[in-house]
């Protein structure tokens, strides 16, 4: 059972709502690069700062959701979260009309910072809403929907957002200036109505949020967890007994920045969604250069590989009732760098193929890191989720990185970017302590 009681179970779906709506957020983004890139004429290194802008608000406002959700609890937490969301989403109206990409990029902040909110409250909420021993399972099917939300998106966005068209610079300058700009207005004109419809939707979540209620859960009491004395124990016999719990004081009583396992989960968190934005923001592009196929069948196959995410966290969710969660994550990440350096190396269908294997063995990962990382924090949860979340800024730095590798050489080759990006998240894993009995599932 992932929930011990059925009074729990409509804030569990209402909950789980919010990773549905983040997840639509997140993945029009890939919609948005190649969309903007043409219709604003931007270089790939410019068109990542529609990541950078999108995960800075998160790196910004992590702390302060952390402070609001200590002072104001869970339900405020995710009606701000609700009403910040709307408010981005509402700004592409103006920056689609001035054609302006610094409004985009506000917009896409203020998105972002809504969001914070959301996912600061939503993701530990979820794992104290039930049983602690099923608290990974419990967010990863949570985090499945966010998953359906990916599939979704990039398939709705090919359909009202992209236009199919190609625009080079060589049509713009043999057209007249009004014309090239009734062109190149047009196509920033195509997210206008789509985000209208999502500002719509968050209002009313934010509504049916506020007329609800929502119990205010309370962490368990703090849980010291000798991360060293547990580390390197995920690939022994399961059926050894876990490593005790260090008897060096209350946890609460600690800096939040000396809780090790905390510190290496955020770290983990930081390349982690570095990968993943890299992974997803340039399938498009990848798509039309290694496999040359348009952009609105590169959208079909970048909802394909989202699927594959979708079905991958439900399979995860499955797969850690018989492996633990972070020796799972460790297998996943060897699958990854794998893939990736084929996709890297080889061209053509098959290359597109590994991308869309990557999205499903990435899929367990946030929710994975976010719980083995938060073990044992009690009354320090909260605080400890900010810090997690704060490390969603991996992806504002790492797409520019890779922007800037895909202009000096192709975009194929900038993919070693978040092959590289597995390495500290192995890291993490290799030393996350192995609890039976806490938050972090390892049955």
Not at 35 to 46: G, S
Not at 148 to 174: C, M, N, V, W, Y
Not at 296 to 319: D, E, H, I, N, P
């Amino acid at each position: 059972m992932m929930l011990t009681t059925k009074k729990l179970m409509p804030a569990f779906i209402l909950i789980t709502a919010l990773f549905f709506m983040w997840g639509l957020a997140h993945n029009l983004n890939p919609i948005l690069i190649p969309h903007l890139k043409k219709a604003c004429r931007l270089t790939d290194l410019q068109s990542a700062f529609i990541d950078s802008a999108f995960f800075i608000g998160y790196f910004v406002m992590a702390l302060p959701a952390g402070f609001a959700m200590k002072k104001w609890g869970y339900k405020s937490g995710i009606i701000i979260g609700l009403l910040l969301f709307a408010f981005g989403a509402l700004l592409f109206y103006p920056a689609a009309s001035a054609r302006t990409f610094g409004l985009f990029l506000l917009a896409l902040f203020i998105i972002a910072s809504g969001l914070t909110f959301l996912e600061t409250a939503a993701n530990p909420y979820i794992t104290v809403l039930g049983s602690a021993e099923t608290a990974t399972q419990r967010l990863n099917f949570s985090q499945s929907f966010n998953g359906l939300a990916a599939t979704l998106a990039p398939f709705l966005g090919g359909i009202f957002i992209l236009s199919g068209k190609e625009i080079t610079d060589a049509q713009l300058a043999a057209m007249n200036p009004a014309d090239a700009e009734a062109l190149l207005q047009s196509e920033a004109a195509t997210v206008q109505v789509p985000y209208l419809v999502i500002a719509g939707l968050v209002l009313l979540l934010a509504l049916v949020v506020w007329k609800s209620a929502l119990p205010e859960i309370q962490e368990p009491a703090a849980e010291v967890i000798d991360a060293e004395a547990a580390s390197g124990t995920i690939f022994s016999d399961l059926n050894k007994p876990s490593a005790p719990a260090a008897a060096n004081g209350d946890a609460r009583s600690r800096s939040i920045f000396k809780q090790a396992n905390l510190m290496r989960g955020v770290l983990a968190q930081f390349f982690y969604v570095g990968a993943q934005v890299c992974i997803t923001s340039f399938f498009i592009r990848f798509a039309s250069k290694a496999a040359q196929i348009d952009e609105k069948t590169a959208a079909l196959y970048l909802s394909l590989a989202l699927l594959a995410f979708m079905v991958g966290r439900f399979a995860g969710t499955y797969f850690m009732q018989f492996v633990a969660a972070a020796r799972l994550l460790v297998l996943y990440c060897i699958a990854c760098v794998v893939l990736l350096a084929l996709a890297i190396t080889l061209g053509g269908q098959f290359a597109l193929y590994a991308l869309i294997g990557v999205c499903f063995f990435i899929s367990i990962m946030f929710p994975t890191i976010f719980s083995l990382g938060i073990v044992g924090l009690g009354g320090q949860t909260k605080l400890g989720s900010s810090l997690i979340i704060m490390a969603i800024a991996g992806g504002a730095l790492m797409p520019v990185i890779m922007g800037r590798v895909s202009d000096l050489y192709s975009i194929q080759i900038a993919y070693i970017v978040p092959l590289i990006c597995f390495v500290p998240i192995v890291w993490f894993a290799l030393r996350a302590p192995r609890v039976e009995n806490g938050l972090s599932a390892v049955h």
